[in-house]
């Protein structure tokens, strides 16, 4: 049975990569334009200019930032966007506030953050937390504001305690939107991180990218994207899996045989 | 009105609900005015949008009301108060998909502070009594309407509760089960000496488990009339729907019912004579 | 169905239209106030923070000089346009996704791939194709907002009630009445935070491209500013995009006022 | 809109899209543009301004842009990677006197960093890596008989680093006016001019141009370089009437202007001047091919 | 089994459904095999979690079976079919929460395009005959759980369909209201030749509407007996309801449903033996 699913499987997860691909090549090759390398030039430079000591120099140092500022998006994010969703004035109060820091330019807000945190690994964090706070912030407090009132009216006639209420009523109820927030940072978390390496930074994944466009390598910056994309795609399975677990229920219910 | 034996537990003064306002304004209840004592089983019925759900909820302090109080053991009710258990209508939605049927049932007994011990005794129990011992472990979604209502019963009756308010508890399952659950209900009654108030549509059923059955106008409602059961306490499905005083109280209630439909509770005197004077 | 919105307003009672902006005045007012005190007590260093008091002489300054407004304008243009444009694809292309599952499961690698690549690596890209027009940063705004739009709308179609589609399908309401009148009311909640959300990145990458690639609007002057140490001036143009940001908000909210007042967020507010 | 109504206005005149970033050496554009020399040669300037030359040399290639301002550093490094673009004019140039330049790295009065030795060892913020700053930097710390190996290099942008500077995140600031003037006015001490200090002659900044258009269109490439040198020669003599300019076309505090060093405005670019450069961020790791990089650049300039 | 007498629209063969695989898998239906005739009304009655509304899923193409086919007016039913209209159970989620009652009921007339005309004429028809004539500019959730379920049926009716599928369309209204709907079920059925699939939990109203009663066994289901009902075709809830046959019918009917908690259809021939014979 795994057998036969494997070449469907594979049909279905490559078409699509290998149509743009082939697509990007033809378009590479008719226009020769050096912002446009053709993915087989890329493909040579990516060893060189990956494998050889920087994925241990640069990406692995910019991921840990990454996973230690998302989680702490994650935590601040669903902590507050709990509150701020379940007392309204508060929430009438705070979001335009939100909304204010969310409008400024992070190349106009990260010298603030310098001014705070510093210009080390903490301001990096700092960024990359900044910017992922947002979806799952606004996610939450849209989750638990969207809770079915008759869900409510069950756990406040059995009097449930309000921790009780909000472990196993409030956030298992809001859970399905906070996984799309969730969702939708971990590729903003990606972007901060490489915006944060460009201020004051002497290492990592973003700020090669940066370096290898101010230099013009240009190839060098498309590998830099390339594995990008890749650790998108690598974060986004692993959160999924970790979605599956947490979501079983919801994904049960919602997949249901139609 | 008429006399309650027992001491009352739970008064309702006054009490009148008016949804939104304005041009778009619902009166759903108009004035209720009564009292429940201790332990008494009250069946209420009423036409479809009567405000029998409106006044359940504001009885278990789910919903305010718009003028007039509803007070339980000498406390005005401003939440819903400790030691109440409550099937809402909607039993489906008040399920939480993402616990299973026995986590379901276990929640309420958490927050009460039971032991492990104790809460799996209790639901195990309630399972039993309501016959899905063998879908603890289901998600709500998995079931049936009527086993997800059952679901609802259960962890209402694993509560323990010293009122248990049911909203159409039977709707949605077949007579047989139907039956079953209101010896149940009977049975809990009578051995925990709870109070029950119970909405039902079904006419038999309320003069089948009912002290007194409480008839509701139309919206906006009032009582249009209190119908004692005085049949027997040990009560059996096949015997005591046999009796003929059943049969005479289930007539006087069908046609109470049909007469409810018409006659609604109006705050300035304007028609209906008997409504004006039963609200004054 | 025009009708509604006003009377579940009245709903909600106590002269409720207006309650909503005073809490949010309350929140801008303390967060200005703080912008205020904490540079002028030196708990930052005022020349790289400047107290709001000399920011807003400095916004002064600059809402009698045309040139602000005219570049105002066309950072407002292409922001709403990008959003505009990004939020039309989101939404119809989230749809399209999330409702063919085959379809889903071919795009998904891709979509993951393309997510992360950040805008400042695509600007030689948008300045090689459009130069430095407005077409470039719309390309980035485009580009970077699209994402938060379809993400939110596929999540969306999925937390569609079984139940309200499978009605939808019994009566046969084909694929016209069964998207514009099921599928798009199910999934406003989403779509309304997907444009917030898109909104705030869509103004962030309008003036980024303008600060980097140099096409027309308030990101310019603040590359100007910016290199002329002139501070307070540059705290004033940021104050402006942030502000926007705040009328984002109101927007959003208004209209969800107005739209989503049959959902259990907006209902259970009002009650 | 304006372009349109202008051009219709005076038909004879051809637009010229200059990219530049809003630095004081741009001022002679600005000038020349007064003094009516781009005019007398057909020409009407469309100063662009945008952050840095790497963005904007897409808009260059694709023809958006005529002509480019930029860093000359930058322009090699993209020459260096088969850019196809040309070196036609001096853009800016150091002062050539040490401590009265227009660049400078700056560090804390208790610091005790003397000279630009002194930086090793230090973090020193540089406005890009790998820039004009640090390739002169490290000559300059050659020179001062320092190894810039030894530094750390942090990119960080010319707006930030009194801030950082102040509060000890970094130990040293390579900048240049207007904020050398401020931050040294906060107390902060200038040890190096790190482009006198790499060569008396050293060229900051160039004016380039695509391939293409040397060959598509000569004529307009010289008549541009044409008005310029007029402009740079006006310029040279007439500081005030520079400092008049920075006023319209920055944002920068009139008194900080009067204050502040100007470039200077010596006309001349020679195929050794870009060589030198070249030479220079070769030996700073900041370009791989020196002399490629030069004659792929200069390839105009010598058919001169 | 039983004959048929108009021409069949409807086949189910050897419908089985299960529900997930492997070790928590559910069979539902066990096997289902019946036709139904040309303007029929059938109700189906069982327990609680037999499969009822499994197989109404079924039979309207929202769910595909595990093995066997519904074939409706001899094509396979892979999808909804059209001329149908089905009143879900879950009859609150199935009403759209940002229509108006009017604009529910008036969504699949659209879909059929209809005139402006035509579907206001239908919506107010329909709406009256449900009694809620004074609500439709109401929106769903400002209604009782009764009215709701008026509005589902509204819908359906004023669909003018050729198949009618009702899934406990009455189990929130009131015994009056209940009857009345009842009547207009058997008048729709009459006058427009619909035919009619019923799931009910009440035994009185299953005999006084059907012309069969199918009565399943509990999960896995199968139909464990066919009750013809030979009541005249002209029915009214005073006298039918008097009659002998009427009481034998719902005794009949009562004592299968008593029996069916008990007997499931098993593939393999374990022990039950009546359902193993049905089964083969
Ligand atoms: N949220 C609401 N907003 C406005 N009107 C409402 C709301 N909820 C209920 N109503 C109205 O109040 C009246 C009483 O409703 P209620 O739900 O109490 O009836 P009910 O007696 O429980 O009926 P049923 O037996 O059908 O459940 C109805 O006319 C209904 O339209
Ligand atoms: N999605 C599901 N996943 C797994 N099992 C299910 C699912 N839906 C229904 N079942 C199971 O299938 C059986 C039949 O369910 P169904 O809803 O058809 O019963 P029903 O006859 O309609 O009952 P009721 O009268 O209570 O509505 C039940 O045992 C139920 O637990
Ligand atoms: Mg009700
Ligand atoms: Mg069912």
Redesign the pocket.
């Known amino acids: 049975m795994n057998m036969g699913k494997l070449p469907i499987w594979l049909f279905v997860t490559l078409t699509v990569p290998a149509v743009i691909l082939a697509l990007w090549t033809l378009l590479a090759e008719v226009t020769e334009s050096l912002y446009w390398p053709s993915p087989l030039a890329i493909a040579r430079v990516f060893p060189k200019t990956w494998l050889d000591g920087r994925m241990a120099e640069d990406v692995v140092p910019s991921l840990v930032r990454l996973a230690v500022g998302y989680l702490c998006a994650l935590v601040i994010g669903i902590a507050i966007g709990l509150v701020v969703g379940s007392v309204r004035r508060l929430r009438l109060a705070v979001e335009p506030v939100f909304e204010f820091f969310r409008a400024i330019p992070p190349p106009v807000l990260v010298p603030i953050m310098m001014l705070i945190a510093g210009i080390g690994d903490g301001m990096k964090i700092t960024v990359i937390a900044f910017g992922c706070v947002w979806p799952i912030l606004l996610n939450t407090v849209e989750g638990v504001r969207g809770i079915d009132g008759i869900q409510i009216d069950t756990a406040r006639s059995y009097s449930l305690r309000p921790t009780q209420r909000l472990l196993n009523v409030t956030i298992p109820s809001a859970s399905p939107k906070i996984f799309v927030g969730a969702r939708q940072s971990l590729a903003i978390g990606l972007i901060m991180m490489v915006i944060s390496e460009m201020f004051a930074a002497s290492n990592g994944l973003g700020y090669n990218i940066v370096q290898f466009q101010r230099l013009f390598q240009l190839k060098e910056m498309w590998s830099g994207i390339i594995l990008l994309g890749i650790i998108g795609v690598a974060a986004n399975a692993i959160f999924k899996l970790v979605e599956k677990r947490c979501l079983r229920w919801y994904l049960g219910m919602q997949s249901q045989e139609r | 009105m008429q006399h309650v034996e027992k001491p009352p537990i739970l008064s309702v003064e006054s009490l009148r609900k008016v949804?939104?306002s304005g041009a778009g304004a619902?009166e759903?209840i108009g004035n209720l005015d009564f009292t429940i004592g201790h332990n008494e089983l009250i069946c209420i019925v009423?036409p479809?949008?009567?405000?029998?759900?409106?006044?359940l909820r504001c009885l278990s302090g789910l919903l305010a009301p718009t003028s007039g109080q509803v007070v339980l053991e000498g406390k005005k009710v401003e939440g819903p108060p400790e030691g109440m258990a409550v099937v809402l209508?909607e039993y489906s939605r008040s399920l939480y998909p993402w616990m299973t049927v026995y986590d379901n049932i276990e929640l309420p007994l958490k927050a009460k502070g039971l032991s492990a011990g104790e809460r799996k005794a209790a639901v195990t129990e309630a399972l039993a009594a309501v016959g899905l011992s063998s879908s603890r472990k289901s998600y709500p979604w998995q079931l049936s309407g009527g086993m997800q209502q059952r679901v609802a019963i259960a962890r209402a009756i694993a509560y323990k509760p010293k009122i248990l308010v049911m909203?159409?508890p039977f709707a949605a399952v077949d007579a047989q089960t139907r039956a079953d659950l209101e010896d149940l209900v009977r049975d809990i009654w009578q051995r925990l000496g709870v109070t029950v108030l119970f909405?039902t549509?079904d006419i038999d059923e309320s003069v089948y488990l009912g002290q007194r059955v409480l008839v509701?106008s139309s919206?906006p409602t009032f009582i249009m009339e209190e119908v004692r059961i005085n049949l027997p306490d040990e009560r059996d499905q096949l015997s005591t729907r046999a009796l003929p005083e059943f049969a005479r109280l289930r007539t006087q209630v069908y046609e109470l019912i049909q007469q409810a439909k018409h006659v609604t509770y109006r705050t300035q005197p304007a028609v209906a004579g008997e409504a004006v004077s039963h609200g004054a | 169905m025009t009708a509604a919105p006003t009377q579940t307003k009245k709903q909600t009672g106590k002269g409720s239209s207006r309650e909503p902006l005073l809490w949010g005045l309350l929140g801008v007012g303390i967060l200005l106030a703080l912008f205020e005190i904490v540079p002028r007590f030196g708990l930052l260093n005022s020349r790289y923070v400047p107290p709001l008091s000399d920011v807003l002489a400095a916004l002064g300054g600059q809402l009698t000089d045309g040139g602000f407004w005219v570049a105002l304008g066309s950072t407002i243009l292409g922001w709403l346009l990008g959003l505009a444009i990004a939020s039309v694809l989101g939404v119809a292309g989230g749809v399209v996704v999330a409702s063919i599952p085959i379809l889903n499961r071919m795009l998904s690698s891709t979509i993951e791939f393309l997510r992360p690549i950040p805008s400042v690596a695509l600007v030689p890209i948008a300045a090689l194709l459009f130069g430095t027009t407005m077409q470039a940063t719309l390309l980035l705004v485009v580009f970077a907002s699209f994402w938060q739009v379809l993400i939110q709308v596929m999540y969306g179609v999925r937390d569609i009630d079984r139940v309200a589609m499978d009605t939808a399908r019994t009566y046969r309401l084909g694929a016209f009445w069964t998207i514009r009148k099921v599928v798009w009311p199910s999934i406003m909640p989403y779509v309304v935070i997907g444009i917030r959300l898109a909104a705030a990145v869509a103004l962030i990458l309008e003036i980024t491209g303008e600060l980097v690639i140099g096409s027309p609007g308030i990101g310019k002057l603040i590359v100007v500013a910016q290199s002329s140490v002139a501070t307070s001036t540059m705290y004033a143009l940021v104050l402006v995009a942030a502000l926007l940001g705040v009328l984002v908000n109101v927007g959003t909210r208004h209209i969800e006022g107005r739209v989503l007042f049959w959902h259990a967020s907006v209902r259970s507010e009002g009650a | 809109g304006s372009e349109q109504k202008s051009a219709a206005a005076n038909g004879e005149l051809r637009e010229a899209h200059v990219g530049a970033v809003p630095v004081v050496d741009v001022a002679a554009l600005y000038v020349g543009e007064k003094q009516g020399y781009f005019e007398d040669e057909g020409l009407k300037l469309n100063i662009e301004f945008g952050q840095g030359s790497a963005a904007m040399i897409p808009s260059l290639l694709n023809g958006q842009f005529d002509m480019l301002y930029g860093g000359s550093v930058n322009m090699l490094q993209a020459a260096g990677q088969d850019l196809p673009i040309q070196a036609v004019a001096v853009g800016g140039r150091t002062t050539g006197v040490v401590g009265k330049d227009h660049g400078g790295v700056l560090v804390l009065p208790e610091s005790g960093i003397e000279n630009a030795a002194g930086l090793e060892g230090k973090k020193v913020a540089v406005n890009a890596l790998r820039g004009l700053h640090e390739v002169s930097l490290w000559a300059a710390i050659k020179k001062a008989g320092g190894d810039p190996k030894k530094v750390t290099f942090l990119e960080m942008p010319l707006a930030d680093m009194g801030a950082a500077l102040e509060s000890g995140r970094i130990d040293a600031a390579s900048t240049s006016e207007p904020f050398l003037g401020v931050i040294e006015g906060d107390g902060a001490k200038n040890i190096a001019s790190l482009y006198a200090e790499a060569d008396p002659n050293f060229v900051t900044a160039t004016y380039f141009t695509s391939t293409k258009m040397t060959e598509t269109d000569p004529e307009f490439v010289k008549a541009f370089v044409r008005a310029l040198e007029k402009s740079f020669a006006y310029a040279d003599a007439n500081p005030d009437a520079v400092r008049a300019e920075l006023g319209n076309f920055t944002k920068i505090d009139p008194a900080l202007i009067d204050s502040m060093t100007l470039t200077r405005f010596k006309w001349g670019l020679t195929t050794e001047d870009v060589r030198l450069i070249a030479r220079l961020a070769a030996d700073a790791e900041s370009l791989e091919d020196p002399d490629k990089a030069t004659d792929a650049v200069t390839a105009f300039l010598n058919e001169q």
């Open positions: 949804y939104g619902v759903a009423g479809s949008g009567a405000g029998k759900t409106t006044f209508q909203d159409e909405v549509h509701l919206a």
